[in-house]
């Protein structure tokens, strides 16, 4: 499983109809993934960018931009 894998950004919408977004999502690996998507059971998958960081760390990076 290469990088494009790990640092694509995956979103979830929960079940029901309050439309609850679960965003901001990676995966190191499918059978993570699988796992996520059993849990969480997402009446939709959006399927984002792939970025050179993993998603998770892009937060950090967003944080210490904006940091004055």
């Given at each position: 499983m290469g990088k494009s894998f790990q640092n694509r950004?995956?979103?979830?919408?929960k079940?029901?109809?309050d439309e609850i977004y679960i965003r901001y999502l990676s995966f190191d690996t499918i059978e993570e993934?699988?796992?996520?998507?059993?849990r969480v059971c997402p009446k939709k998958i959006d399927i984002g960018a792939i970025f050179t960081a993993k998603v998770i760390d892009l937060q950090y990076h967003i944080q210490d931009a904006f940091t004055f």
């Open positions: 950004e995956f979103n979830f919408v079940p029901g109809d993934f699988k796992h996520e998507i059993l």
